[in-house]
């Protein structure tokens, strides 16, 4: 218990900004659930009750408690070039969710997925009067539908629709104080993008007896993105809205529980940004983990009820170019007759791989996820 | 129980975690990153600092932005200062019966009351504020004038507000001496018999009349007095309400004025702030020679239509030398200094309308823009003598439309309607603006008398000053056109920071920017009044510059 409490406290006081967050549409995050989040961010396809994930919406209508979870991410950078290095703190709140379960009507996910970030801070080592600032990124709002097909005992089909919303900015700020002056006068420039467009993703998932297993795909999809200036400077020219085709991923995922507590996941997935970023390679993603479920009611031991979870998973290419290999650890534990915790470690390295000067940064960076689960809007008949 | 403990501790701790979310802790400032940066087009550029003259396009005298207060509005001068004569005129009227001194008037108009209680002087209440001195008498020039109550002689009296000489009107003032003055409820300006018997005879005859007393004080003096409560008075009555012939009433208001009379030799080409005006100076800057200039320096980075969004001017101190400076010594020395302020000029236009025109000025489309709604209607009354009438009404106006003198009959929410007047006999113009972004001046030159001319412009934006903010949160000295150490000096030197219109004049590729020195006052409002002649041809004759360049593409 202890522990727990000393983790918790000090993930509020880590933060995550890298100065490699200006590519592309900045840093992307999975939208992972809270326990998958200690998987290896593998675990889309484990049966849960409770969870939801805007990919794989098709899972969820086996879903039987209506739940909401929110997540934080407070996280810390180890920043290095070939010169220097340097600590940065970060964090967000990468989703939002709320999976209802609607019996034989199906299943309805709402959610908030903070998808991109472009959060980073750099000050001029030549002059530490001028300052870079990258803030805000994409995000989206997510609308799923599952149903789970009565005629195909396992089988259920899914449907997400996204919207992709918010802006970026980067910015520069200068100050400037003259020697006979009392107050220095700060000098900004702004360059944005604001986002508005949607995508659609199907997906399909197949549970029967220990074997779990899952997979999406994105439709096509378009973004009006409307570049703007601001700061010191006046318009340089009226914003130009224009269209951009989104990323588009196809995954596959899959869960085998071994023993009554005891399973592993796997999943891996695609995404071509080459209609988005010109020249940006594939994106991959995999993933492996291991979790061991928790058992018992609030009058059994805390440890025994908590679930152990572990994984690792590696990314190559993408808008950022990334070169990405983290490993997790998770722990899960109820809180009160009908909510959970789920903390989630992520320790890894993260390389530009685009030939370009080198950039590094080791990140420790911890997911806090608190989830409530009933069974809200379903007749006692409906209950398992 | 364990469990009841457990909940209530991991409460706990999710609070604190919930607390502490958003707290950040680093190591240093991030450094790391640069050349990664500079691959995305992230670099910063050294800066640079250079002196160059001032590229301007042109220079003007302009006057001070505001409408002058007709009569009654603003405080009653007199004195002298800036080598000017401060003139104060007042009118009284005799014969206007529903005025609160009408007993006495009645009593004055038989001859035996007449002759018990004689009407011997002028005298005024001390006046308030300013420079007053009560103890030592002065030499002022006295002229008393009879005026008929006619229609066409009651016009005059703007002409004589307004500084005209009576005889210029035709006008011929039966008292016209020097006299002693002291501003005291006791003391005053005798009369004498024959303007005495004068009066005594008009009022018996109940003929309509006004009695205008014209008062000039000498350009020596050095001191500007504020003369309250002006009154014709008796030997006999004392104190303030009984027995005294009041100011009478001009379009409403108290007929009375003071008006600075410029000298011969004053400067033409000056900033500085006098009673009832002042002269602002306007330059307009080269902002193509500047932009040459930095490209020439500094290289030039993303080429746009409009705007010159190369370089963020973090510097542009101007250098204002002055070979000449005159001041009120009476007061503090160390408030005169001068603002510069820029505004984009966006749109100009200029008109010669005859005198008689009776018009909406053509600037509606601007004020449709900014959110007013209704035409601005400029019109002229060529019926006074020696003076032209305007009359400036707006609806939906803005309430704080912003001047530096008084907007005459007011402003409300609903409307603004002010009148002004303008000599013939000299060259005579007013500036104002009609929103924070309209500007209009309207000038009057007597070899094209049958002509007002109209030039107003649409700025872009309100004309921004910079800070002058020293060490200590005081203002810097050297804005000052004269601090202790210069009060003496006749020739000081100004240096303001101007980086905002600098900037503007740079960026801004399609249109001019104007920058205007304008005179500040000090801590005694209308009484701090100085003067000072630029001696550069283009007023500010040289201007340093920090300056660094915007960088590519990534900002």
């Known amino acids: ?384 | 129980m364990y469990g009841k403990a457990s909940v209530n501790l991991r409460i706990s701790a999710l609070l604190l975690a919930a607390l502490l979310a958003g707290c950040g802790f680093t190591d240093a400032t991030n450094r790391t990153g640069t050349d990664f940066l500079a691959a995305q087009g992230i670099t910063i550029s050294s800066r640079d600092s250079f002196r160059t003259t001032v590229p301007v396009l042109g220079v003007q005298v302009v006057p001070v932005e505001g409408i002058p207060a007709p009569n009654g509005m603003e405080a009653l001068w007199l004195g002298g200062t800036l080598g000017d004569s401060i003139r104060a005129v007042v009118a009284f009227d005799l014969t206007n019966t529903s005025a609160p001194d009408a007993g006495f008037k009645s009593i004055q108009a038989v001859d035996s009351l007449a002759s018990k209680f004689k009407l011997t002087r002028l005298s005024f209440g001390i006046g308030s504020g300013g420079d007053t001195d009560t103890s030592v008498a002065r030499q002022v020039h006295v002229r008393f004038i009879l005026v008929d109550s006619t229609p066409q002689n009651t016009w005059k009296l703007p002409a004589l507000f307004m500084g005209v000489e009576p005889s210029a009107l035709g006008l011929t003032p039966i008292v016209d001496r020097d006299s002693d003055f002291v501003p005291s409820v006791n003391l005053g300006i005798p009369f004498g018999a024959a303007l005495r018997d004068s009066v005594a005879a008009r009022l018996k005859a109940a003929k309509p009349s006004w009695l205008v007393a014209i008062l000039d004080g000498h350009p020596n003096w050095e001191s500007v007095f504020s003369v309250g409560d002006p009154r014709l008075r008796t030997d006999s009555v004392s104190g303030t309400g009984e027995g005294s012939f009041l100011p009478g009433n001009f379009q409403a208001r108290t007929a009375w004025r003071s008006t600075e009379m410029r000298s011969s030799a004053a400067w033409n080409r000056s900033l500085g702030w006098w009673v009832g005006g002042g002269n602002r100076l306007r330059v307009t800057l080269d902002g193509n020679a500047l932009r040459t200039l930095l490209h020439q320096r500094l290289g030039k980075g993303i080429p746009t239509d409009s705007f010159d969004n190369n370089f963020n001017v973090l510097q542009a101190r101007v250098r204002v030398p002055f070979s000449g400076f005159h001041w009120l010594h009476g007061a503090s020395a160390d408030n005169r200094s001068l603002g510069i302020d820029g505004a984009v000029v966006q749109d100009s236009g200029s008109s010669a309308l005859p005198t008689s025109a009776a018009m909406p000025i053509k600037i509606s489309h601007h004020l449709t823009e900014l959110g007013l709604t209704v035409v601005p209607d400029l019109q002229f009354d060529d019926s006074f003598p020696d003076i032209l009438q305007g009359r400036f009404y707006l609806e939906n106006t803005l309430s704080d439309v912003p001047t530096r003198l008084s907007l005459g009959m007011g402003s409300t929410t609903s409307y603004t309607s002010t009148n002004f007047w303008l000599r013939k006999d000299i060259p005579d113009s007013l500036e104002f603006r009609i929103s924070s972004q309209v500007r209009v001046r309207v000038s009057h030159y007597p070899n094209d008398s049958l002509n007002v001319h109209i030039h107003w412009s649409l700025l872009g934006n309100s004309p921004i000053a910079d800070p002058q903010i020293g060490i200590g949160d005081t203002a810097r000295p050297e804005t000052r056109i004269s601090d202790t150490a210069l009060a003496s000096t006749t020739s000081p030197i100004v240096h303001q920071e101007a980086r905002t219109s600098f900037s503007l004049a740079v960026m801004e590729e399609k249109f001019n920017v104007d920058v205007d020195l304008v005179p500040a006052g000090g801590t005694i409002g209308m009484q701090d009044l100085w003067e000072a002649a630029p001696s550069a041809a283009n007023i500010m004759d040289s201007l340093g510059m920090i300056v660094r360049p915007r960088d590519g593409n990534g900002f």
């Open chain 1, 1 to 384: 218990m202890r522990l727990s409490i000393a983790v918790l406290s000090l993930s509020g006081a880590l933060l995550a900004q890298t100065p490699a967050n200006i590519l592309g549409m900045g840093n992307e995050t999975d939208p992972s659930d809270g326990p998958s989040r200690g998987m290896g961010e593998a675990g889309e396809a484990l049966r849960s009750d409770r969870s939801w994930d805007p990919r794989l919406e098709a899972r969820s209508a086996f879903a039987t408690q209506t739940a909401l979870e929110v997540q934080l991410d407070p996280s810390i950078d180890m920043i290095s070039d070939d010169q220097t290095s340097n600590s940065v703190g970060g964090g967000g709140i990468p989703r939002v969710s709320l999976s209802i379960p609607m019996g034989r009507f199906g299943h309805l996910g709402f959610g908030y997925w903070q998808r991109f970030d472009k959060s980073f801070e750099w000050t001029s080592p030549a002059d530490s009067s001028v300052e870079a600032i990258g803030q805000g990124g994409a995000f989206e709002g997510d609308l799923s539908y599952g149903y789970a097909l009565p005629w195909l005992r396992g089988l259920a089909l899914g449907v997400t629709y996204h919207r992709i919303l918010g802006e970026d900015r980067r910015m520069r700020t200068e100050s400037f104080q003259a020697a006979d002056e009392g107050l220095p006068t700060v000098f900004s420039d702004t360059l944005g993008n604001s986002y508005w467009g949607s995508y659609w993703t199907g997906s399909v998932y197949f549970t029967r007896g220990p074997l779990d297993l899952g997979a999406w795909a994105d439709l096509r999809g378009q973004a009006t993105r409307t570049p703007y200036d601001g700061g010191t400077s006046q318009q340089s020219q009226e914003p130009q809205p224009t269209t951009m085709e989104l990323p588009r991923s196809a995954g596959f995922a899959a869960a085998y529980r071994f023993s009554e507590r005891q399973a592993v996941v796997a999943d891996l997935e695609w995404t071509t940004w080459q209609a988005t970023v010109s020249g940006a390679p594939d994106r991959w993603k995999g993933g492996v983990g291991w979790q061991s479920q928790g058992a018992g009611d609030r009058y059994d031991d805390f440890w025994k009820r908590a679930s152990w979870r572990a994984g690792a998973y590696g990314i190559v290419g993408g808008d950022q170019y990334d070169l990405t290999e983290a490993a997790t650890a998770g722990l899960g534990f109820p809180l009160g007759s009908q909510g959970f915790v789920d903390l989630s470690v992520h320790l890894g390295e993260n390389q530009v791989d685009n030939g370009g000067p080198r950039l590094k940064d080791t990140f420790v960076q911890l997911y806090v996820v608190l989830s409530g689960a009933s069974s809200w809007g379903q007749s006692l008949r409906s209950h398992r």
